[in-house]
């Protein structure tokens, strides 16, 4: 019996019950070994599932590193308008612990009349946003 055509084909099975087919075939000259041919298609078809496992794999990166970047985009957008509302904040208590100064000033000076309490209470105020010179 003379061998002209062989046909090889490998079923890769995956965990999510989805299966990939590879065959090959290839025409053999008269002198070529049919097991040797055989051999080789087999390790082709292997080769050929692997670069498939490869790229999907590679697909997959490609978009993690996609989702990764927009989601760092959002991030630092996060952080710009934080900082933007962190400055406006420092700017107003700024503001606010300046016009506790002039009270404590004006009532030093008597120009000002408060009760004692009172004033302890925009001392303690002062404390609290930080600006207790």
Same mark, same amino acid.
């Given at each position: 019996?003379?061998?002209?055509?062989?046909?090889?084909?490998?079923?890769? *099975?995956?965990?999510?019950? *989805?299966?990939?087919?590879?065959?090959?075939?290839?025409?053999?000259?008269?002198? &070529?070994?049919?097991?040797?041919? =055989?051999?080789?298609?087999?390790? &082709?078809?292997?080769?050929?599932?692997?670069?498939?496992?490869? !790229?999907?794999?590679? &697909?997959?990166?490609?978009?993690? /590193? #996609?989702?990764? +970047?927009?989601? =760092? /985009? &959002?991030? @630092?957008?996060?952080?710009? +308008?934080?900082?933007?509302?962190? !400055? !406006?904040?420092? *700017?107003?208590?700024?503001?606010?612990?300046? +016009?506790?100064?002039?009270?404590?000033?004006?009532?030093? +000076? #008597?120009?000002?009349?408060? /009760?004692? *309490?009172?004033?302890?209470?925009?001392?303690?105020?002062? @404390?609290?946003?930080?600006?207790?010179?």
């Amino acid at each position: 019996m003379k061998v002209v055509e062989i046909y090889v084909e490998r079923l890769k *099975s995956y965990g999510d019950f *989805s299966n990939r087919r590879v065959g090959l075939r290839a025409v053999l000259d008269g002198g &070529e070994n049919v097991k040797d041919a =055989y051999l080789k298609l087999a390790r &082709e078809c292997e080769t050929l599932l692997d670069l498939r496992d490869i !790229e999907a794999d590679i &697909e997959l990166v490609e978009r993690r /590193k #996609k989702e990764y +970047e927009e989601r =760092y /985009k &959002e991030l @630092q957008t996060l952080v710009e +308008e934080y900082n933007k509302i962190r !400055e !406006e904040l420092r *700017s107003e208590l700024r503001n606010i612990s300046e +016009e506790l100064s002039k009270i404590e000033r004006l009532y030093e +000076e #008597k120009e000002l009349k408060l /009760k004692e *309490s009172i004033l302890e209470k925009l001392r303690r105020i002062r @404390q609290a946003i930080g600006y207790d010179p």
